[in-house]
């Protein structure tokens, strides 16, 4: 039986702008981490989070609070005229 093995990877982020890396050093030295074990942490809690909220709400939900922060919109819907056509072919 061959045991488990933890595999750990190398991902290397390439066209990092220079705001966005002073930044994540300032963060990593205020958390007293490296800025490697930072962008770790940053990744996994952002995915986790993201996999957690997923499986809870349906798409409808996940886009509404995404957008939420927006604003909302009110929308006018015109009065009903007429009565809702019945279905051709109902059996």
């Given at each position: 039986m061959l045991a488990e093995e933890n595999i750990l990877a190398t991902l290397t982020i390439?066209?990092?702008d220079d705001d966005l890396k002073s930044r994540?050093?300032?963060r990593a030295a205020r958390h007293d981490h490296s800025m490697e074990e930072e962008a770790r942490l940053i990744l996994r809690d952002v995915l986790s989070v993201s996999e957690n909220a997923?499986?809870?709400y349906g798409i409808g939900t996940r886009i509404?609070?995404?957008l939420e922060d927006l604003g909302g919109v009110e929308l006018e819907l015109p009065?009903?005229?007429?009565?809702?056509?019945?279905?051709?072919?109902?059996e």
């Open positions: 390439r066209n990092l994540l050093r300032i997923e499986e809870q509404r609070k995404r009065e009903r005229s007429e009565r809702p056509r019945v279905p051709e072919n109902l």
